[in-house]
Nanobody, 115 residues
Framework: QVQVVESGGGLVQAGGSLRLSCEAS????????MGWYRQAPGKQRELVAS???????NYADFVKGRFTISRDNAKNTVYLQMNGLTTEDTAVYYC?????????WGQGTQVTVSS
């Protein structure tokens, strides 16, 4: 059973930073591509950033230069460092673990940015 668990969300003032963590257990983490997504109230879930098994990264335009995704295969964990947060970054952030044939979502972690 693959489990994906996010942590690190919370309340932060605009301009502040947060680091999200996502641990995937029950599988060979290093073989999975990992992604961070977010969903704000009334909006569709959207890709924030992703990192492949080979550590190639991809970012949504709205976070380029502010967010950094990284992974630590020894800890089965992917991180999302978020700097320069704005109120528009308020959302539930989800982690996705994807192999060639399957994918798994975490339960999400709330990020709220106050003005």
């Amino acid at each position: 059973q693959v489990q994906v668990v996010e942590s690190g969300g919370g309340l932060v003032q605009a301009g502040g930073s947060l680091r999200l963590s996502c641990e995937a257990s029950g599988t060979l983490f290093s073989t999975y591509d990992m992604g961070w997504y977010r969903q704000a109230p009334g909006k569709q879930r959207e890709l924030v950033a992703s990192i492949t098994r080979g550590a190639n990264t991809n970012y949504a335009d709205f976070v380029k230069g502010r967010f950094t995704i990284s992974r630590d295969n020894a800890k089965n964990t992917v991180y999302l460092q978020m700097n320069g947060l704005t109120t528009e970054d308020t959302a539930v952030y989800y982690c996705k673990a994807q192999s060639r044939f399957q994918y798994y979502w975490g339960q999400g972690t709330q990020v709220t940015v106050s003005s």
